[in-house]
């Protein structure tokens, strides 16, 4: 039988006095478990009426020093993504009302009652982090994240491109909505796009450095001529190296809101930034782009043993692989 590895905390003389007499800590702590199971489910009482408050973990933090440490963990230690970490405190602030108290405080039973509640995957994902990756137990672990059924993706074609396009209102969008269409890149990247991060010269954009943001681009990609002409109109030299080009013009929100406002003005199906980068990575198919180089544009680590080990994935190869596709989104509109 494999073992389970688990951490207890224990006070540091009870430890002291422990080792000094020789005793199997690990063992102990085991059989004196299995005597509180056996002695909990032979009496059919809930742990701290058979045992005392004593039996759970206390928390030896307040719940606002929970979350602010959470906090703390999600954006520097894991070095999540914004929207990331702020969807995992919207449900660790969610848990914390639901429970009224500290998280430590529940057992798997209130956990239950928490997901009939809240049983978005989000909300499940979010329980997972907290109770595994975060204090380190398995309470959570039992809950699984609901999968979906693949859904078709619809997307627009050229000519519907170019009708969306001609309706942004602004010079900056129609930037930024070229950019999301002819790189792959995700609505934060754009938005979080500096000036140092592209090469003019190459029409390269290469991923922040230090990744300071928790932006998930793992490799370098490409933006075509019309876009390389768009960012020429707004005049991105104005910018300081690492002020986010289009940061002062509008929020991430308001980027999807005016595309998407544009398409029902065109009479196109609803288009958003992610419907970009999958018509990026549809079109670059078509265009005859292997699938490999394809996720190395959109930022996606590889998963196979041939992308992983046996393809380059140098700034020369994917450049050669980008021109080699001729992407174009407001040229003839042939599909």
């Known amino acids: 039988m494999t073992k389970k590895r688990t951490n207890v905390t224990l006070d540091p003389q009870v430890y002291q006095r422990a080792k000094s007499q020789g005793v199997n800590i690990s063992q102990v702590t085991e059989k004196a478990l299995q005597a509180y199971i056996d002695k909990l489910e032979g009496e059919g009482g809930s742990l701290e009426e058979i045992f ?3 039996a759970r973990e206390v928390p030896d933090q307040s719940v606002e020093e929970f979350l602010e440490d959470f906090r703390q963990s999600c954006r520097v230690d894991w070095n999540l993504a914004e929207s990331t970490t702020n969807r995992r405190m919207s449900s660790a602030k969610k848990l914390v009302d639901f429970l009224d108290g500290h998280p430590l405080q529940a057992d798997k039973a209130k956990l239950r009652e928490f997901i009939q509640d809240f049983g978005t995957s989000h909300a499940i994902k979010s329980l997972r982090v907290i109770y595994g990756r975060y204090f380190d137990t398995d309470l959570a672990d039992d809950f699984k994240v609901p999968t979906s059924s693949p859904t078709p993706k619809e997307v627009p074609d ?3 491109l170019k009708e969306i396009h001609d309706q942004l209102e602004t010079p900056k969008l129609g930037a930024a909505f070229l950019l999301l269409a002819s790189s792959g890149l995700r609505r934060g990247e754009v938005m979080e796009l500096s000036r140092s991060q592209l090469k003019r010269k190459t029409r390269a954009i290469y991923p922040p450095k230090g990744n300071e943001r928790g932006i998930k681009r793992q490799w370098v990609t490409y933006y075509n001529e019309e876009a390389d002409r768009a960012l020429e109109e707004i005049d991105i030299e ?7 080009i289009f940061a002062d013009a509008f929020c991430p929100q308001t980027l999807t809101a005016k595309i998407g406002e ?27 782009v292997s699938d490999r180089y394809i996720d190395a544009f959109c930022g996606r680590t590889p998963k196979s043993v041939l992308a992983k080990h046996y393809t380059d994935f140098s700034p020369r190869r994917l450049k050669e692989a980008y021109e080699e596709a001729g992407l174009e989104i407001l040229g003839s509109g042939d599909t």
């Open 238 to 244: 104005e910018k300081s190296p690492r002020e986010p």
């Open 52 to 54: 005392g408050s004593s």
């Open 158 to 160: 050229k000519s519907e």
């Open 262 to 288: 544009a398409s029902e003005q065109a009479g196109t199906l609803r288009v958003t930034p992610q419907t970009l980068r999958v018509w990026f990575a549809d079109e670059m198919s078509r265009l005859g």
